[in-house]
Each structure stands twice: as structure tokens, then as C-alpha cells.
């Protein structure tokens, strides 16, 4: 029988990462669909706002790829045990992704001299600024990002890592121990350590 999912997405693991590692963490099978770029044309105008992760299941389509996190994280219990404790976590995963944006400002910049005017503002100021703050909060949790505990925002944060090292050209959590701690804690993971050693090779 065919997955009840399928989780659409370019051939890279950005944002569809987070649900790849949740889908897997659960054990929950899945047809994890890569198009390549030259079929994007195509396939775009099939997609409910244009663009994707998108998740296909039970004949609908669903986009935005934190809400369907959240969605797998309630299925494998990785959410908070109260509304406190979900605001927490919501909070963590709107932060990362608060980073993310801000790097991809300076990333996507397809105008190179534009681009080289924002590398030291994000390199010196926004990076630090964002890094000693998640690892500070990564020392008071005992490596996790929220609750004090594994939750999906650790899986967020440390699935959308390679993404963010590759748009900045670093390894943004080698001199953060905490925010290593985190990394470490997911990636060892069975069911994860098994996903990374096997899933397609892609850099971003
Ligand atoms: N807020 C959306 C953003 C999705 C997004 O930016 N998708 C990009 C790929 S990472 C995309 O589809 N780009 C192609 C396009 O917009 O034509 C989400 O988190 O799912």
C-alpha cells in the first residue's frame, strides 16, 4: 500500500528537512518526492501558494512547512506537555526561523555588491546576537532549545542546520557548546543517525 504522505520538495533539505526528521523519529513512512529545478515551472502552478515543502495526504494538499512540523511533532509526542510549555517551543522554532530569514536576506541576494554590504552586518551583529542568545537558552535546558527537554524545536533547529552553515559558508554552532550539545542530542538519535548516514546527499 502507498504512504498515507507524501512530502513534495525540491532535491535539498531545508525546509522540508524538519519533517523528514520527524516523519523518521516516528517512524512514520512517507514518499519523500524530489523534482528537480528544471521541473519547477511545471509543478509550481500545482502547488496551493506556489511554492513548497508541501504535504499530500488523505487528497489534500497542505503547505507551510512549520505548521506541518507542528503537525508530526503532536504525532511522535514532541510537543510540550501544556500550553506553556507549546508556547515555549512555538517561540524557539519562530526564532530559528527569524534567523533563517535574515540569513537568506543575505544569501539569495542576487546583486553582488548589495550582497558584500550585508555580509558584515550579518556576519558581526545579527549572527552573534541570535547564537550567544539560543546558547545560552540551550545551557539553561541541558542541551535542548526549550522545556528543558527533547522537543521539535531541537529537531527545527538542528535539521535546518546544514542549510543555514551552507548559505553562510560557516559552522555556525562550532564555537557554541551548548548549541552542539543540541546538535549532538538529535543527531544521535537512532532513527535519525540512520536517516542522516542514508538520505539523498545534497548540500543544502
Ligand atoms: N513559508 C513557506 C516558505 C516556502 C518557500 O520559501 N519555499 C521555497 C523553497 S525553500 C520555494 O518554493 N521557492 C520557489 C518559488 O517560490 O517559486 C514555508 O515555510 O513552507
Same mark, same amino acid.
Request: charged share 30%; hydrophobic share 40%; with cysteine.
Given at each position: 500500500?502507498?504512504?498515507?504522505?507524501?512530502?513534495?520538495? $525540491?532535491? *535539498?533539505?531545508?525546509? +522540508?528537512?524538519?519533517?523528514? $526528521? =520527524?516523519?523518521? &523519529?516516528?517512524?512514520? @513512512?512517507?514518499?519523500?518526492?524530489? $523534482?528537480?529545478?528544471?521541473?519547477?515551472?511545471?509543478?509550481?502552478?500545482?502547488?496551493?501558494?506556489?511554492?513548497?515543502?508541501? =504535504?499530500? +495526504?488523505?487528497?489534500?494538499?497542505?503547505?507551510?512547512?512549520?505548521?506541518?512540523?507542528?503537525?508530526?511533532?503532536?504525532?511522535?509526542? %514532541?510537543?510540550?506537555?501544556?500550553?506553556?510549555?507549546?508556547?515555549?517551543?512555538?517561540?524557539? *522554532?519562530?526564532?530559528? /526561523?527569524?534567523?533563517?530569514?535574515?540569513? !537568506?536576506?543575505?544569501?539569495?541576494?542576487?546583486?553582488?555588491?548589495?550582497? @558584500?554590504?550585508?555580509?558584515?552586518? %550579518?556576519? /558581526? @551583529?545579527?549572527?552573534?546576537? &541570535?547564537?550567544?542568545?539560543?546558547?545560552?537558552?540551550?545551557?539553561?535546558? /541541558?542541551?535542548?532549545? +526549550?522545556?528543558? #527537554?527533547?522537543?521539535? +524545536?531541537?529537531?527545527? $533547529?538542528?535539521?535546518?542546520?546544514?542549510? =543555514?552553515?551552507?548559505?553562510?559558508?560557516?559552522?555556525?554552532? !562550532?564555537?557554541?557548546? /551548548?548549541?552542539? !550539545?543540541? #546538535?549532538?542530542?538529535? =543527531?544521535?538519535?537512532?532513527?535519525?543517525?540512520?536517516? *542522516?548516514?542514508?538520505?539523498?546527499?545534497?548540500?543544502?
Amino acid at each position: 500500500m502507498a504512504p498515507v504522505y507524501k512530502l513534495t520538495y $525540491f532535491p *535539498v533539505k531545508a525546509l +522540508a528537512e524538519p519533517t523528514r $526528521f =520527524l516523519l523518521k &523519529y516516528g517512524g512514520l @513512512e512517507f514518499e519523500d518526492e524530489r $523534482f528537480e529545478r528544471e521541473q519547477w515551472p511545471q509543478i509550481k502552478p500545482t502547488m496551493p501558494f506556489g511554492q513548497v515543502p508541501v =504535504l499530500s +495526504a488523505k487528497g489534500k494538499q497542505y503547505h507551510q512547512s512549520i505548521a506541518m512540523a507542528r503537525f508530526f511533532a503532536k504525532q511522535v509526542k %514532541l510537543v510540550g506537555s501544556d500550553e506553556w510549555e507549546d508556547l515555549e517551543i512555538d517561540s524557539m *522554532v519562530d526564532t530559528v /526561523n527569524d534567523l533563517r530569514q535574515k540569513i !537568506a536576506v543575505y544569501s539569495y541576494e542576487q546583486d553582488a555588491a548589495i550582497k @558584500e554590504s550585508r555580509k558584515g552586518p %550579518l556576519m /558581526n @551583529e545579527t549572527l552573534p546576537y &541570535y547564537l550567544e542568545r539560543l546558547d545560552k537558552i540551550a545551557k539553561e535546558n /541541558n542541551g535542548h532549545l +526549550a522545556c528543558g #527537554k527533547l522537543t521539535w +524545536a531541537d529537531f527545527y $533547529f538542528v535539521a535546518l542546520l546544514d542549510y =543555514l552553515n551552507y548559505m553562510t559558508e560557516s559552522d555556525l554552532t !562550532a564555537k557554541y557548546e /551548548n548549541l552542539e !550539545a543540541v #546538535k549532538n542530542n538529535v =543527531l544521535s538519535i537512532p532513527a535519525i543517525k540512520e536517516w *542522516v548516514e542514508t538520505r539523498p546527499k545534497s548540500d543544502l
